[in-house]
T-cell receptor, first 114, second 112 residues
Framework: NAGVTQTPKFRVLKTGQSMTLLCAQD?????MYWYRQDPGMGLRLIHYSVGEGTTAKGEVPDGYNVSRLKKQNFLLGLESAAPSQTSVYFCASSRDSWLNYGYTFGSGTRLTVV | KQEVTQIPAALSVPEGENLVLNCSFT??????LQWFRQDPGKGLTSLLL?????REQTSGRLNASLDKSSGRSTLYIAASQPGDSATYLCAVISGGYNKLIFGAGTRLAVHP
C-alpha cells in the first residue's frame, strides 16, 4: 500500500549542481505530475505526463526536465540548480478517469540550493 | 486564467468550535474541486472530492459544498479538535487538460 513514493526526502545542492528527483507509484496510474510549493503561493505545476513516454510543460517548467520511461516512474531533473529552485517538490498521480478519482500525492522532497 | 483564492490565510480557534474555510475560483468552468489537508513537513492528504455536478460531499465531521455559478466552495469542520490543526488546501481542475490549480491554503490552529 505504498501509493506515491518520492526520493530523496531532503537534499542540499550547491548552485550549478545537477540532480534527479524520483517519483514512483504502484497504483498503475496513467497520469503523473510534478509540483513545487513555495511559501504563500500554493502548489504550482512544473511538468506532467499523461502516459508512459509522454511529458508536457506545466505552469513553471523553466530550469527543469522530466522523463517517463516507465509507467510507474516520473523523474524530475535539475541540470544546473539555482537558489530560486529552493522549494518543496511534490509528485502526484491520478487514474485515467481523473474526473472521478482525484489525485494522490507523495510526501515531498525538500530541496535547498545554496 | 483560472485563479483560486482561499480566505482566511490563517485561523486560530478554540477546541469545539464549528468553523468554515472559504475557497473561491475565477472561472466557473471546472470539472471538479478537491480539498486537501497538509501537516507541517508532510505531503497532501485528500479529504473530499466534489464533482462539478454535485453540491456537497461529507466525510465524518467534514462537509464541503460547491456553488459553481458563484465560483465558491466552503469546507465546514464541525466540533474542531487540536488534531485538526493543519493547512487546508483547495484545488480545482479546469481548462483544456487535467491539472490541479491550487489556492495558497488556510493555516488552521485549534487550541485546547
Amino acid at each position: 500500500n505504498a501509493g506515491v513514493t518520492q526520493t530523496p526526502k531532503f537534499r542540499v545542492l550547491k548552485t550549478g549542481q545537477s540532480m534527479t528527483l524520483l517519483c514512483a507509484q504502484d497504483m498503475n496510474h496513467e497520469y503523473m505530475y510534478w509540483y513545487r510549493q513555495d511559501p504563500g503561493m500554493g502548489l504550482r505545476l512544473i511538468h506532467y505526463s499523461v502516459g508512459e513516454g509522454t511529458t508536457a510543460k506545466g505552469e513553471v517548467p523553466d530550469g527543469y526536465n522530466v522523463s517517463r520511461l516507465k509507467k510507474q516512474n516520473f523523474l524530475l531533473g535539475l541540470e544546473s540548480a539555482a537558489p530560486s529552485q529552493t522549494s518543496v517538490y511534490f509528485c502526484a498521480s491520478s487514474r485515467d478517469s481523473w474526473l472521478n478519482y482525484g489525485y494522490t500525492f507523495g510526501s515531498g522532497t525538500r530541496l535547498t540550493v545554496v | 486564467k483560472q485563479e483560486v483564492t482561499q480566505i482566511p490565510a490563517a485561523l486560530s480557534v478554540p477546541e469545539g468550535e464549528n468553523l468554515v474555510l472559504n475557497c473561491s475560483f475565477t472561472d466557473s468552468a471546472i470539472y471538479n474541486l478537491q480539498w486537501f489537508r497538509q501537516d507541517p513537513g508532510k505531503g497532501l492528504t485528500s479529504l473530499l472530492l466534489i464533482q462539478s455536478s454535485q453540491r456537497e460531499q461529507t466525510s465524518g465531521r467534514l462537509n464541503a459544498s460547491l456553488d459553481k455559478s458563484s465560483g465558491r466552495s466552503t469546507l465546514y469542520i464541525a466540533a474542531s479538535q487540536p488534531g485538526d490543526s493543519a493547512t487546508y488546501l483547495c484545488a480545482v481542475i479546469s481548462g483544456g487538460y487535467n491539472k490541479l490549480i491550487f489556492g495558497a491554503g488556510t493555516r488552521l490552529a485549534v487550541h485546547p
